[in-house]
């Protein structure tokens, strides 16, 4: 090992000169891999990670190849992922962002990888890195054609820091938007302000982000400015100040006060919920990563700027270009950005098309003999969909389920469509999944719909699910979404198409207009975009056609338990696609009705009557506070607050407005 430990310190010092990282890929036995290892640990000063595989007695920390993003927010010199026992392409996107400057990142086992694309994939990016073979001769120097630059790496994020300040001291309902590269100390940007601001004067602040893991260096570097703090799990405390983590749905639930909200990883937080914070908190400041695993953030950008520009005309946004923890140009980065696609933007059209090419599935083959077909879909799927991951790629390389359709205008993808293949169970799998015995992986809408309807056809059918729809920003209401999912019925051979989304009232109208029905909508919420999964279907079936009676059932009794909290004009839009389960009233119901409107009887003893009026009745959005009082039972105070009346007498006073509209609308 001695050639090799010669080696090393020649691409260390190369590395720490310009402050860049490198990547090295061994080929060998297992125990020649170990030893080098161990030598780059023992030669490398500073903190050891390992991502996979066996953990070494030489690391500083370990994690299993899947959970790569609990090293978020540390640091490390030397990183070795460990291939032997395959790859997760989010957790090494993550920790490769925790290796620093002057360090080096080791990815061993190689040769262990599968044969599928997937696998291969990685094996060719792995080639671009220095590779070092057991019985080849090591290479006699080493250098790279990169550019070095000299440029003050804390600049940018000082000019950060400083902006966050002015959303506090300057004027109100101006937001700051900061985006950056991973790497670029966006987060301890903000961990670094709020110390300042708590400790120049009495500041409450509210932090909220997916999960907490996401903000784990705001409050790191915070606690290092303000050593004496009072730290808890969710929170810090100096003196009169404070820092607290607020989930985003309890955030617009619970409407904390607070002097200044900061929102990290803005770009996985649904475009509604963001702009429901900028109404609520009028200092606020918007951060999130570009790339990455979180999702590339940049249809955030756009969508959310558009908006801000439209009603918070003083907005500012901020890039952060200059990474931190290495400097510009790094071969390492530049290689991850390669490898899994994170650098390629979606190309704008110089002449907008007015015709292009029908839909058309693009095999796995081609996907990984001509990159630039994968790169093209890929780019805008990640624009469209904050939830595109590294891990989406592989899938589209390596799992057979999983397919691409497109649509190209010459060289360039206008839309696309990614869907799994779900069903074709055999009668015992199915049952066995009715009695919740199994539950396979993959086939989430056909095993949900066989547990829930307890029929055995939603499995033992073959149907596709739509996962990611998206079309290019410049085409957006053309109809093009549409168009595909047309086509894609066409081409499709299997018994029923199927999506599975947080649904809003935007999408919901959408697959509605497009011939798929509701047929269940989850009990729980996602914890970071607080919406309820919404399973719709498209198919010529009789078990679809009791599937959305049985959801209208179940829906209505479920207002007044797992869905207190759901948005009214949703349950409007749900309600209107969804089938009448009562029958109609009576002239004496009506009448009775009538008379509490017209200010008699007592809520009490109509209030059953009013529920199914609304139910059998179109009810649009003017007449919410019957929804909330009648189907989801609100009570009169929580009903006042909403409404931002005194109390029972007002709301109550606009409750019988709004059956009066109903009963005359009805008879009209």
């Known amino acids: 090992m001695q050639d090799y430990k010669h080696y090393l310190n020649q691409l260390l010092s190369l ?65 070795i992922i460990d291939l032997s026992a395959g790859f997760d392409a989010n957790s090494i996107t993550s920790v ?15 040769e262990k990888l599968g044969g599928d694309l997937g696998a291969q994939w990685l094996l060719r990016a792995l080639t671009e890195l220095v590779v070092l073979e057991q019985h080849a001769k090591i290479p006699s120097s080493t250098s790279f054609d990169v550019q070095v630059a000299h440029e003050d790496p804390y600049s940018q994020q000082a000019q950060a820091i400083e902006l966050v300040h002015k959303v506090v001291t300057g004027h109100r309902r101006r937001p700051l938007v900061l985006t950056a590269d991973r790497g670029r100390g966006k987060t301890s940007a903000l961990g670094i302000a709020a110390a300042q601001l708590m400790a120049s004067r009495n500041i409450r602040i509210v932090v909220t982000a997916p999960t907490i893991h996401n903000i784990a260096p705001l409050f790191e570097h915070a606690k290092r400015l303000l050593p004496q703090a009072t730290q808890n799990r969710t929170g810090l405390i100096w003196q009169q100040s404070s820092i607290e983590f607020v989930a985003p749905d309890e955030l617009l639930r619970q409407k904390p006060e607070c002097d200044l909200l900061l929102v990290d990883e803005a770009a996985a937080i649904p475009l509604p919920m963001l702009i429901n914070m900028v109404e609520r ?48 140009n790094d071969p390492l980065e530049q290689w991850q950005f390669k490898t899994f696609l994170l650098d390629y933007e979606l190309q704008p059209f110089e002449v907008l098309p007015t015709t292009f090419a029908p839909l058309a599935e693009i095999d796995k083959e081609s996907l990984f003999t001509q990159p630039h077909l994968l790169a093209q879909c890929f780019a805008l799927l990640v624009n469209a969909h904050y939830q595109t991951t590294p891990n989406d790629l592989m899938l589209l390389l390596s799992d057979s389920s999983v397919k691409l359709f497109a649509s190209f205008f010459e060289e360039q993808c206008i839309a696309c469509i990614v869907a799994v293949e779900e069903g074709g169970f055999e009668q015992s799998l199915s049952e066995d999944i009715m009695l919740g ?31 990611r729809i998206a079309v290019h920003p410049q085409l957006h209401n053309q109809g093009i979404g549409s168009r595909i999912l047309s086509e894609l019925s066409v081409l499709s051979r299997y018994d029923y198409l199927s999506t599975s989304f947080g649904v809003t009232g935007e999408l919901l109208h959408f697959w509605l207009a497009n011939g798929f029905l509701p047929l269940r909508l ?57 089938p009448k389960v009562k029958a109609s009233l009576s ?47 609100w009570d009169w105070q929580q009903c006042a607050e909403e409404l931002s009346l005194p109390g029972r007498k007002q709301v109550e006073a606009q409750l019988r407005q709004q059956l009066e509209s109903l009963l005359s609308a009805c008879k009209a």
């Open 522 to 578: 989850g009990t729980s919420r996602d914890q970071s975009s607080g919406t309820h999964s919404l399973i719709m279907v498209k198919g010529e079936h009789a078990w679809i056609e009791e599937a959305v009676i049985s959801m209208a059932q179940d829906f209505t009794y479920q207002l007044k338990e797992c869905f207190v909290e759901l948005d009214a004009n949703l349950i409007v839009d749900l309600l209107a696609a969804l």
């Open 15 to 79: 590395a720490k000169t310009n402050r860049h990282r490198f990547g090295v890929c061994l080929q060998g036995d297992n125990h020649w891999q170990t030893e080098f290892c161990s030598l780059a640990a023992s030669t490398i000063e500073g903190s050891s990670f390992q991502l996979g595989g066996e953990e070494l007695p030489f690391v500083t920390q370990f994690c299993s190849m899947g959970k790569g993003q609990k090293l978020l927010g540390h640091e490390c010199q030397l990183l």
């Open 587 to 633: 002239c004496l119901q009506r009448t009775r009705l009538k008379a509490y409107a017209n200010g008699g009887s007592s809520f009490e003893n109509i209030a059953p009557l009013i529920e199914a009026a609304v139910l059998t009745s179109h009810i649009d959005k003017n007449k919410t506070l019957l929804i909330r009082r009648v189907l989801q039972l």
């Open 281 to 328: 908190f009028h200092r606020a400041v918007f951060a999130t990563t570009v790339h990455g695993y979180e999702g590339c953030g940049r249809g955030f950008t756009l969508k959310f700027q558009s908006w801000l520009n439209q009603h918070r005309p003083n907005s500012r946004f901020e890039h952060i270009i200059s990474p931190i923890r290495w400097a510009d």
């Open 437 to 467: 015995r199994r539950r396979p992986k993959g086939h989430l809408v056909a095993s949900s719909l066989c547990s829930i309807l307890a029929d055995s056809q939603p499995g033992m059918a073959s149907s596709l699910r739509v996962m």
């Open 96 to 110: 490769l962002g925790t290796l620093c400057g002057g360090g080096l990142a080791i990815f061993t086992h190689s």
